[in-house]
């Protein structure tokens, strides 16, 4: 079935330093959503990916979606403490699938 | 908007128990995923729902958990036996239709001693 992996698995930062985490499918996808999970909160909808090499923006936070449509990245300039958490991405195949989550990238900012 | 609610947060049951969750989605919403998370990892769904019919629950196991929807709105999941390996955190989550924005909601947090 339908994998999906996501490195780093852990990530500490300076607050200030950049920020990226890689998303892997096994398979090509029809779309990728990204959620972030605030410590002991629940995942929230950041962003949604449909085609190919779309990059997306939302002020510090840069989406982009591959060319293959088998992998996507998250990259977070300049962090803040208040971008401590675990980022997920969630991609859906082809033949409507179910969205499968990847294990998440934990994110950890420093003052 | 009130968000998707769930009840209740946590549950502390000894094994071999029976345990239900609930869950409301928004209002409108006609796609309802119940997904079981692990700590540290990735929510794994476990069964969703178009309104009220069950269109994947491959991966419920099904000799002890069973879900519903009546009316197409609230859902129910439960566990009868629980095991030991059922602690985790069950989230709910709804969109309005399918491959749309998924809103979660709290969790509900199972611990089974």
């Known amino acids: 079935g339908q994998q999906v992996m996501q490195i780093p698995q852990y990530q500490h930062v300076q607050e200030g330093e950049d920020f990226t985490t890689y998303c892997n499918s096994s398979?090509?996808?029809?779309?990728i959503q990204w959620y972030k999970q605030r410590p002991g909160g629940h995942p929230v909808f950041l962003i949604q990916?449909?085609?190919?090499?779309e990059v997306k923006k939302q002020k510090r936070l840069t989406f982009q979606f591959g060319e293959a449509k088998k992998n996507s990245s998250l990259h977070i300039t300049a962090t803040q403490t208040t971008d401590v958490g675990t980022y997920f991405c969630?991609?859906?195949?082809?033949?409507?699938?179910?969205?499968?989550f990847g294990p998440g990238t934990r994110l950890s900012v420093l003052p | 908007e009130a968000g998707v609610v769930q009840s209740p947060r946590y549950k502390i049951i000894e094994k071999k128990q029976p345990v239900a969750f609930w869950c409301n989605p928004i209002?409108?919403?006609?796609?309802l995923y119940w997904y079981l998370q692990n700590l540290g990892q990735g929510p794994e769904l476990l069964i969703r729902?178009?309104?009220?019919?069950?269109?994947?629950d491959s991966q419920l196991p099904k000799d002890r958990f069973s879900a519903e929807r009546l009316k197409g709105v609230d859902s129910t999941l439960k566990i009868q036996p629980a095991e030991l390996g059922d602690s985790a955190v069950y989230l709910c989550?709804?969109?309005?239709?399918?491959?749309?924005?998924?809103?979660f909601g709290p969790g509900t947090r199972l611990t089974v001693l």
């Open positions: 990916l449909v085609k190919s090499g």
């Open positions: 989550a709804s969109s309005f239709r399918y491959g749309d924005e998924q809103f």
């Open positions: 969630a991609g859906r195949g082809n033949y409507g699938q179910n969205f499968v």
């Open positions: 398979t090509t996808l029809s779309n």
């Open positions: 729902y178009e309104n009220e019919e069950a269109v994947d």
């Open positions: 209002s409108g919403h006609n796609t």
